[in-house]
C-alpha cells in the first residue's frame, strides 16, 4: 500500500520534472523556433535569384570549408592525441596543456595576425623580395592565404583541441590492455591502432568533430576576412543588403538543417560502443617507435601550439609592446572584468542546464529523454548574428507581454525588461553554447560503468542521491572541461554581445573588434592577449587542479 | 552549490535593472564606432551635462530598435550610410525633427524631405591611383576600360559604400549598361575583392595594383598614422567624373527614434551635432566633409582641393539599392 | 511469518526490443534459502536477477519481497526501496571512495558512530583489516569481490543477488572462497540468488538450483533431485548429467545400439524415437577385440580413467562417459553393457544433436 503510493508521488514528479525540463528546452528553443518561423515568410524571388546567381558557389564553398576543416581538426587534434598517448614525447608534461591553448585565441584575431603575416604586405613576403631582390608578384610564387584553403588551416589552428581534448579523455579511459591483446595477435601496434583503438575512439572523434563543424558553419567574421563567401555571406548579404530578414532567416535554417542532417547521419551510422575501462594506459611501453618517427611526432604537436597559439601571441605581444600604455591597460581590465562577469555567469548556467539535461536523459524512461539533449544543441549551429536577431525577436514579445500584464494590474510600466540587458547576452552565450556543455558531459555520462549506478540503487540510493555521490564526483573533469570551454568560447564571442548589449557595455571582444575593424588592431593587441590569457587562467588553473 | 546559484540569480537581475534612464540622459544607437563619435559626446556632456550613452553595431540596430518597439531607450541613431537611414524611415522607426536650428545648419539636399532624418557629413567614393601612373583624370566609368585589366582593386562589391555607388551608377545610366559596367570592372580586379578601402591603397603600394576604390576620409587617416602613412604617400586620391556629374558621395547621419524616451535631451544633441563646433571636429578629427556651411575642412582635407559632387538625390540612390545588389550578385563580383 | 517466503515470483514476462527474454517465470525461496540459476548463455538467467533487482521492468507478473509487493500490474518499487543487495560481475566498486566509504555507502542514513561500527564489524567478518582506506584499483579481484559482498551486506538486506559472483576469482580459490562465503551467508540466514553458468558451482554454493532455458525455468529444485530425476533433455543435457544414446521403443523393450532393455516406467508410448539418458555410472566397460565400441578419449581424473567411447560402426551415431579403473588404450575396441537401472527416457526432438 504504501508502496504504491510512493508509485503514484513519483508519476507525479515525473510529470512535474517532464514540465520543467519541456520549459526549459524551449526557452533554449525558442530562437531556433522564432528563426524557421520567420524563414517560413521567405520571399521566393530573392531565393530564386541568389540561387540563379551565387547561391551554389556559396553553398560548394560552405560544404568544402566545412569538410575542410573537420578533416585538418580530426588530423592535428587526432593525431597530437594520439603521439602524446602512445609515444615519449619530449616535453609532453608540457604539451598535454599547451595543445588546448589555441582555444584562447579567437578565429577572426588569429585570421587577421596570420594574413597580416603572410600577405603580399606581410613580414614574410616582404623578407622573401628583399633577400632574393624580387620585384612583383609576378617573380615568384607564394601561397595566398586568403582563399578557402588558408582559411580552412587557420580555422582547424584555432579548432582542432576540441578534438584533441575530447581524443585524449577518450584514450585515457581505453584499456591498454586492448592494445596488448592485438599484439598477441600478430597486429602490429600502429596497425592496432587504426584497427582497434580509433574505433573505440570514433564516438568521440565524433563529438568533436560535430562541434568543430557547427562552429565553422557558424562562423562570419573569419570567412569574411579570408574573402570566403559562404552560406554566412548569403545570410547578412540578404538581411543587410536586401532588409530582407525572412529570406536570411530561412537561409540560415537551411545551413542548420545542414548541420542537423550530418549529426544525425553520423550518429545513425556509428554503432553503441561502451568504452567502460577506468584504466590510465600504460600504453607508452608497447611502442618501440623509430627515432625519425618520434621526431617527427615531437616537431608535429610542438608545431601545432606554435602555428595555434605561441606565433600569434609573439605578434599580439610586439604589437602591445609598440602600441600601449598604462592608460590603456586600466580601461582593459574594466572590460575584461565585464567579460569574465558575462562568460562566468554564462557558463555556470550552461553547466547547470547540461547536467539537468543529461541527467534527464540518464534516468528518466520516457521516450522523450533524448530531446532535452539534443533540441538544447541546436543554437550552437546557428551564427552569432542571426541567434542575436532571433532572441530580438523573441525577448521583444515577452517584454511587451510584462508591459501589458503591468498595465492590466495598474502598475508602472518596467520597460524593456530582458531586451538590451546582461540577461540577454547570458542567455544568447547559453543559448550558443550549450552544446559544448552537453556534449562534454554527456560523452563523461556514458563512459560510467552502468554497474555502478545499479549498485547504488541497490544500496538504497535514489536518483539525487547518486547524482550527489556517484556521478558528480565521478564527473568532475567532464564538468570542469565544459565549464572550461563555454567560458573560453563566451570570452570569444562577437555577434551576439555585440548587438545585445546594454549602453556602454564593453567586452573584450566588442572593444577588439572596433579595433580591427578599423584596421588598428595594433591598438587592440593588449586587448586581445587579455582575452588570451584570461581564457589561460582557467586553463592552467584545472590543469593543475585537475589534470584535464 | 544551490546558494551560489541563487546569488548569482539575484545578481543577474540587479545586473538588468540598471537600465532606467535619468532625466539628464541621452541613448544613442550607433553604427558608428564609438571612438569616432565619442570626442563629441564628451564636449556635449561637458556643455549640458547630459550624459550620452552608446550601443555600437554595426550590424542589427535597426532590428533592435524595432523588436524593443515603444519601450526602446534608445533617443538617436547614427549611421554611416545612406541606406540604412531610409530603411529605418520606411520600417516607421524614425519620427520628425523640426528644428529650426538643424534646418538652417543642413542643405535641404542632405536631408529628408519630411524631416526624419539628416545628413552630418559627406565623404566622397574616391579612385586612388599609384603615384608612379601620373596625373590621371578618371571617370567611374573608365574602371571597366581593357587597359586597367589586373590593375583594380576593391573591397566586396556588398559593402555599402560599393552598392551605393553602384546604385548611382544604375541611376545615371540604367540597369544593362550597369551589368556591363560591373562585368568590366570584375574583368579588370587584380584580385578578389577582399579587405577594407586601407587594404586597397596597401596594395597599390605593394604593386598588386594600380588603382582603387575608396572613401576620401581614410586617405586622411592613413597620412596620420605611422605605419600606414608609407602606404598613402604611394598613392593620388582623385576625384572621378570631374569633367561631368561629378564625384559620388555618401553620407553619415543621424535621426530620431519614433519612441525617443529623451526627447529634449535629444534634441539638444542632434543640434549640437550640427553645430560649428562638433562640425568643426567632425573635419578635424574624422577627416570628412562637414554639411554645415561655412565650416571650414581640415587644412589636409582642404589641400585635396575643390571637387564637383553628383547632385543625385539621396533618395534615388537608396531607391536603386537593391537593383545594384542583384546585379553584383548576377555578375558574380565577389566570386 | 516463519513460512512465508522471504522471495515470490510469480508468472513473470520480460519482453525487451519485442523480444521475450522471460516467459512466465516462477519460483519462491524461503528465508535462508541459497538459489543457484543456472543455464546457458542468453537464456535469461541475468535478466531475471536485474528483474529482481529493479533495474528493469517485467511486463507483467508479480515479485514480492519479505512479503513486500514489488512489482505487480499496479506497483513497481524502485530499485533502491527494494532492500536488496547486489553482488555484480565486475563488483562496481566506486572507484572514487575508499573501501570504508564504499562499504558505508549504503548506510549513509545511519549517524556517524554507527556507520563507523557497521563497517568495523563488516571490515572484521569479511577479513578486510588493514585495507579500510584503499581505494579500489589498489585492491586485488578477492579482496574487490569481499569489500562488494560487504557493502551489499551493509544495509542488511532482505535478499542478496549475485551475478556470476566467482568468474572472476582464480581458479584455486574459488572452491575455497565459495565455501568461505556460504557459511558467511548461512551465519546469516541471508537468502541469496546467484547466476552462473557453471554448474558445479550450483552443487557447492546453492540449496536450491533453477535451470533456464530460452527464458523458462524447466525445473526448479533441490540439487539432488534435479540430477536423479530431470525432467526434460536440455536440463539433463545441461548439467552434463550423462550421455545420450538413441534408441527406438517396441511395447516395454527398448532397441538401443547396446542391446535390448525392458523397461517397466511409464512412458508416453505413441513416440518411439527415444533419448536414453546413460549415466556414467551405468555403464560397463570390457576389453573385447570384437567389440561394437572403440575408445576415442582418455581423461585423466582423480576418479580414475574417464573413456569417451564411440560405435566401431558407422551405422550408430553415440559418445557415451564412462569410468573404469582399467588402463585402456585409444582405439582399442571395447564392449559397452548398461547395468540395469531405473532409465530416464526422453522423446527424441529436433534440438538434439
Not at chain 1, 557595455?505 to 588598428?520: G, N
Not at chain 1, 586581445?528 to 586553463?539: E, M, Q, S, W
Amino acid at each position: 500500500m504504501i508502496e504504491k503510493l510512493v508509485g503514484a508521488r513519483f508519476s507525479v514528479n515525473t510529470l512535474l520534472t517532464f514540465l520543467l525540463i519541456s520549459l526549459l528546452t524551449l526557452a533554449l528553443l525558442m530562437p531556433v523556433l522564432v528563426m524557421f518561423y520567420q524563414g517560413a515568410f521567405a520571399p521566393f524571388s530573392l531565393f530564386s535569384h541568389l540561387w540563379q546567381t551565387v547561391l551554389p558557389q556559396y553553398l560548394s564553398n560552405t560544404v568544402w570549408l566545412g569538410f575542410n576543416v573537420v578533416m585538418l581538426s580530426l588530423l592535428f587534434g587526432g593525431l597530437s592525441a594520439l603521439f602524446l598517448h602512445f609515444l615519449p614525447i619530449a616535453g609532453a608534461n608540457y604539451l598535454r596543456w599547451l595543445l588546448l591553448l589555441p582555444l584562447a585565441m579567437p578565429a577572426y584575431l588569429i585570421a587577421y595576425l596570420y594574413t597580416d603575416l603572410f600577405d603580399y604586405a606581410g613580414l614574410i613576403q616582404r623578407f622573401l623580395r628583399a633577400t632574393f631582390d624580387w620585384q612583383s608578384p609576378n617573380d615568384y610564387w607564394f601561397f595566398d592565404l586568403r582563399t578557402l584553403g588558408g582559411a580552412s588551416v587557420i580555422i582547424a589552428l584555432v579548432l582542432f583541441p576540441y578534438v584533441y581534448m575530447i581524443t585524449r579523455t577518450a584514450l585515457e579511459n581505453l584499456d591498454p590492455k586492448l592494445l596488448q591483446a592485438s599484439q598477441s595477435l600478430g597486429v602490429s601496434p600502429w596497425r592496432g591502432i587504426k584497427r582497434v583503438i580509433l574505433p573505440l575512439v570514433r564516438p568521440a572523434l565524433a563529438v568533436s568533430a560535430s562541434l568543430v563543424l557547427m562552429e565553422t558553419l557558424a562562423d562570419f567574421a573569419t570567412v569574411q576576412y579570408f574573402a570566403v563567401n559562404t552560406l554566412t555571406t548569403a545570410i547578412y548579404d540578404t538581411w543587410l543588403g536586401y532588409s530582407d530578414l525572412a529570406t536570411a532567416n530561412a537561409l540560415a535554417s537551411i545551413l542548420l538543417l545542414l548541420v542537423f542532417f550530418v549529426v544525425v547521419l553520423e550518429q545513425k551510422s556509428r554503432s553503441k560502443l561502451n568504452a567502460q575501462s577506468q584504466n590510465i594506459a600504460l600504453a607508452q611501453t608497447l611502442f618501440k617507435p623509430h627515432k625519425l618517427m618520434l621526431w617527427f611526432a615531437t616537431a608535429f604537436c610542438w608545431l601545432l601550439v606554435i602555428a595555434g597559439f605561441l606565433l600569434p601571441l609573439a605578434l599580439l605581444l610586439v604589437m602591445a609592446w609598440q602600441y600601449s600604455d598604462s592608460q590603456q591597460l586600466s580601461l582593459l581590465m574594466t572590460i575584461g572584468g565585464n567579460s569574465i562577469y558575462v562568460a562566468g555567469i554564462a557558463a555556470t548556467v550552461a553547466l547547470l542546464l547540461a547536467i539537468v539535461f543529461t541527467f534527464y536523459r540518464k534516468f528518466s524512461l520516457t521516450t522523450f529523454r533524448q530531446f532535452p539533449l539534443g533540441l538544447s544543441s541546436l543554437g550552437y549551429a546557428i551564427p552569432g548574428t542571426v541567434l542575436a536577431m532571433a532572441l530580438l525577436s523573441t525577448f521583444g514579445p515577452i517584454d511587451f507581454w510584462i508591459n501589458d500584464i503591468a498595465a492590466a494590474f495598474d502598475l508602472e510600466r518596467p520597460g524593456l525588461v530582458l531586451s538590451g540587458t546582461i540577461f540577454a547576452v547570458v542567455f544568447a552565450f547559453v543559448v550558443r553554447f550549450m552544446a559544448i556543455a552537453n556534449g562534454t558531459i554527456n560523452t563523461g555520462i556514458d563512459q560510467i560503468p552502468d554497474n555502478l549506478i545499479k549498485a547504488a540503487k541497490s544500496l538504497g540510493s535514489g536518483h539525487f542521491s547518486i547524482l550527489r555521490r556517484v556521478y558528480l564526483p565521478l564527473l568532475k573533469p567532464s564538468l570542469l572541461v565544459a565549464w572550461l570551454l563555454v567560458f573560453v568560447e563566451a570570452m570569444k564571442e562577437l555577434p551576439a554581445v555585440l548587438l545585445l548589449r546594454p549602453f556602454n557595455f564593453e567586452t573584450l571582444s566588442t572593444y577588439i573588434y572596433q579595433l580591427i575593424s578599423d584596421e588598428q588592431l595594433e591598438q587592440g593587441a593588449l586587448g586581445a592577449i587579455l582575452i588570451v590569457i584570461f581564457g589561460l587562467i582557467p586553463i592552467i588553473w584545472l590543469n593543475r587542479k585537475q589534470e584535464v | 552549490m544551490l546558494k551560489k546559484l541563487i546569488v548569482a540569480a539575484a545578481m543577474l537581475l540587479t545586473s538588468v535593472s540598471t537600465l532606467v534612464s535619468a532625466a539628464d540622459e541621452v541613448n544613442v544607437y550607433s553604427y558608428r564606432q564609438p571612438f569616432l563619435v565619442e570626442p563629441m559626446f564628451n564636449k556635449f556632456t561637458e556643455q549640458t551635462g547630459i550624459k550620452v550613452n552608446v550601443v555600437f553595431a554595426k550590424k542589427g540596430m535597426a532590428e533592435r530598435l524595432a523588436r524593443e518597439g515603444q519601450y526602446s531607450p534608445a533617443d538617436i541613431l547614427l549611421t554611416t550610410d545612406i541606406s540604412r537611414l531610409i530603411e529605418l524611415q520606411d520600417k516607421k522607426l524614425l519620427q520628425a525633427v523640426n528644428s529650426q536650428v538643424i534646418d538652417g545648419a543642413i542643405p535641404a539636399h542632405l536631408r529628408d524631405d519630411n524631416n526624419q532624418w539628416f545628413s552630418l557629413t559627406t565623404r566622397v567614393r574616391n579612385i586612388y591611383s599609384a603615384k608612379r601612373m601620373g596625373d590621371v583624370a578618371l571617370n567611374y566609368e573608365d574602371l571597366a576600360l581593357p587597359k586597367y585589366k589586373g590593375r583594380i582593386c576593391t573591397r566586396s562589391g556588398k559593402h555599402p559604400y560599393n552598392v551605393a555607388l553602384v546604385a548611382s551608377m544604375v541611376a545615371h545610366h540604367g540597369e544593362a549598361k550597369t551589368q556591363e559596367w560591373l562585368e568590366g570592372v570584375k574583368e579588370n580586379l587584380a584580385r578578389k575583392p577582399q579587405g577594407n578601402d586601407r587594404g586597397q591603397v596597401q596594395a597599390i603600394h605593394q604593386n598588386l595594383c594600380d588603382l582603387a576604390i575608396g572613401n576620401s576620409y581614410y586617405f586622411g587617416k592613413m597620412i596620420n598614422d605611422e605605419k600606414q602613412k608609407v602606404w598613402a604617400d604611394a598613392v593620388n586620391i582623385n576625384f572621378p567624373n570631374q569633367a561631368n556629374r561629378g564625384a559620388h558621395i555618401n553620407v553619415s547621419g543621424m535621426a530620431m527614434a519614433k519612441y525617443a524616451p529623451n526627447q529634449t535631451a535629444a534634441l539638444a544633441l542632434m543640434e549640437f551635432l550640427v553645430s560649428e563646433q562638433a562640425q568643426q571636429m567632425y573635419a578635424e578629427v574624422n577627416m570628412e566633409y562637414p554639411v554645415r556651411a561655412g565650416v571650414k575642412r581640415s587644412a589636409l582635407v582642404d589641400s585635396w582641393g575643390e571637387f564637383t559632387a553628383d547632385d543625385l538625390s539621396l533618395a534615388t540612390i537608396a531607391k536603386h539599392r537593391k537593383t545594384a545588389l542583384m546585379l553584383l550578385d548576377k555578375v558574380q563580383f565577389d566570386l | 511469518m516463519a513460512t512465508s517466503p522471504i522471495i515470490d515470483i510469480n508468472t513473470l514476462d520480460v519482453v525487451i526490443d519485442e523480444k521475450a527474454i522471460l516467459n512466465q517465470v516462477s519460483f519462491s525461496l524461503s528465508a535462508g534459502e541459497i538459489l543457484g540459476l543456472v543455464g546457458p548463455s542468453g537464456c535469461g538467467k541475468t535478466t531475471l536477477l536485474n528483474a529482481i533487482a529493479g533495474f528493469l521492468a517485467p511486463v507483467t507478473g508479480e515479485i514480492t519481497i519479505d512479503g513486500k509487493p514489488c512489482f505487480s500490474t499496479n506497483t513497481t518499487v524502485a530499485p533502491e526501496h527494494r532492500h536488496i543487495g547486489v553482488i555484480f560481475q565486475d563488483y562496481a566498486l566506486f572507484p572514487h571512495m575508499s573501501v570504508a566509504e564504499n562499504i558505508a555507502y549504503g548506510i549513509s542514513q545511519y549517524d556517524k558512530h554507527s556507520q563507523q561500527e557497521k563497517v568495523k564489524k563488516l571490515i572484521a567478518m569479511l577479513k578486510l583489516e588493514g585495507f579500510e582506506s584503499r581505494y579500489p584499483h589498489q585492491l586485488s579481484g578477492g579482496q574487490q569481490q569481499r569489500v562488494a559482498i560487504a557493502r551489499a551486506l551493509a544495509p542488511e538486506p532482505k535478499l542478496l543477488l549475485l551475478d556470476e559472483p566467482f568468474s572472476n576469482i582464480d581458479a584455486r580459490l574459488r572452491n575455497e572462497l565459495m565455501i568461505e562465503l556460504r557459511q558467511l551467508l548461512k551465519s546469516l540466514s541471508m537468502t541469496a540468488v546467484f547466476v552462473t553458468h557453471n554448474k558445479d558451482e550450483v552443487f557447492t554454493f546453492a540449496d536450491k538450483i533453477a535451470v533456464m532455458h530460452q527464458g523458462h525455468i524447466l525445473q526448479f529444485g533441490h540439487p539432488v533431485e534435479v540430477c536423479k530425476q530431470p525432467c526434460s533433455w536440455q536440463v539433463a543435457d545441461f548439467l552434463q548429467l550423462g550421455s545420450w544414446l538413441n534408441a527406438t521403443l517396441y511395447h516395454d523393450k527398448l532397441d538401443t545400439p547396446l542391446g535390448l532393455l525392458s523397461i517397466n516406467n511409464e512412458f508416453d508410448r505413441q513416440d518411439n524415437q527415444i533419448a536414453l539418458l546413460i549415466k556414467p555410472q551405468h555403464l560397463k566397460v570390457m576389453v573385447d577385440q570384437h567389440g561394437e565400441s572403440v575408445i576415442q578419449h582418455i581423461n585423466i581424473t582423480e576418479q580414475g580413467y574417464h573413456y569417451i567411447v564411440a560405435p566401431v560402426s558407422s551405422k550408430h551415431d553415440y559418445q557415451l562417459s564412462v569410468y573404469s579403473e582399467q588402463v585402456i588404450q585409444i582405439g582399442q575396441q571395447v564392449q559397452l553393457s548398461i547395468i540395469e537401472h531405473d532409465y530416464i527416457l526422453f522423446r527424441r526432438d529436433n534440438g538434439m544433436s
